[in-house]
């Protein structure tokens, strides 16, 4: 990959843009992904591979898992890297998504930065978006050399959206108070399961929402991957993060309020995410 493969990456206050000479602008609002196409494309023959992309399972693989590694990512933030802050079961960074009828593609980041080729990636939202933006980075970088010009640039805030988008992305993030996670070091295999914090009047928001976009003739799709989300419990940062502050003495005593069971620890399911949003990439 040729230096001028990646020109800038701008983090915005509430827009991360990662800009290559590349794609369309994506915003992502976790656990449901909708595409909107604010071009009237023909997108009817992808819908059913990308929803059959969901429904799965968990398939633990060392051999090919994790896609990258977590201290050679250049990329890394100290509340995802969960090895670095003291996680010694590290079989949460080997499980791969298994759709139940087909196969995820393999992420490729030279393929994905030819197909963006002039375009923008653009990840809009809150510590979530820069979990599963983070999650972009470290995939494309295992593909770039070491002396790839690559950098981050820290900007002002957004003061107005972009107008030259093709696509966007939007992720519907659903807060939870919970501290189940941990010690959690293995994923939940009811396939029922739903979680707690999972709003479903948020979802039945979206799907509303959407509908009355279709209406005003801009086409939309999306993902819910809530399901395949809430199955990895063992995936949360848990107390393997940063503290703001030091922890004292009595808190201590009850560790498990603290534990992080929202963001998730890289490598990991942010991976998948990006997967699946690869997929469609290079599909579409």
């Not at 499980?95 to 030279?110: A, D, E, I, M």
């Amino acid at each position: 990959m040729k230096e001028d493969h990646i020109e800038k990456i701008a983090i915005k206050k509430t827009k991360h843009v990662l800009k290559f000479p590349h794609f369309a602008t994506l915003i992502l609002l976790a656990f449901v992904l909708v595409v909107i196409h604010l071009t009237r494309g023909n997108v009817e023959s992808q819908n059913l591979v990308e929803k059959e992309q969901i429904g799965g399972k968990w398939v633990y693989d060392n051999s090919s898992y994790p896609l990258y590694k977590e201290e050679q990512c250049s990329f890394m933030e100290n509340d995802f890297a969960c090895e670095t802050y003291g996680r010694k079961d590290l079989k949460y960074q080997n499980w791969r998504w298994q759709p139940h009828h087909c196969n995820l593609p393999r992420f490729n980041g030279t393929a994905l930065l030819e197909k963006l080729r002039g375009k923008k990636l653009i990840f809009v939202g809150d510590s979530l978006n820069r979990n599963q933006w983070k999650s972009m980075l470290c995939l494309i970088d295992s593909y770039l050399p070491p002396l790839s010009n690559k950098s981050v640039v820290l900007e002002g805030n957004l003061l107005k959206f972009a107008s030259d988008v093709n696509n966007v992305v939007c992720r519907s993030t659903m807060w939870s108070t919970d501290h189940t996670c941990y010690k959690e070091t293995e994923p939940n295999w009811d396939e029922k399961y739903w979680p707690s914090g999972a709003n479903r009047g948020m979802m039945e928001i979206v799907e509303s929402t959407i509908e009355k976009l279709s209406k005003r003739g801009v086409k939309v799709e999306y993902l819910n991957i809530t399901q395949l989300s809430a199955y990895r419990e063992d995936g949360h940062p848990s107390v393997h993060r940063t503290f703001w502050n030091a922890i004292s003495k009595e808190q201590l005593k009850n560790i498990t309020l603290f534990a992080d069971c929202m963001h998730w620890c890289l490598p990991g399911v942010p991976d998948v995410w990006n997967q699946i949003l690869y997929s469609y990439i290079i599909n579409s």
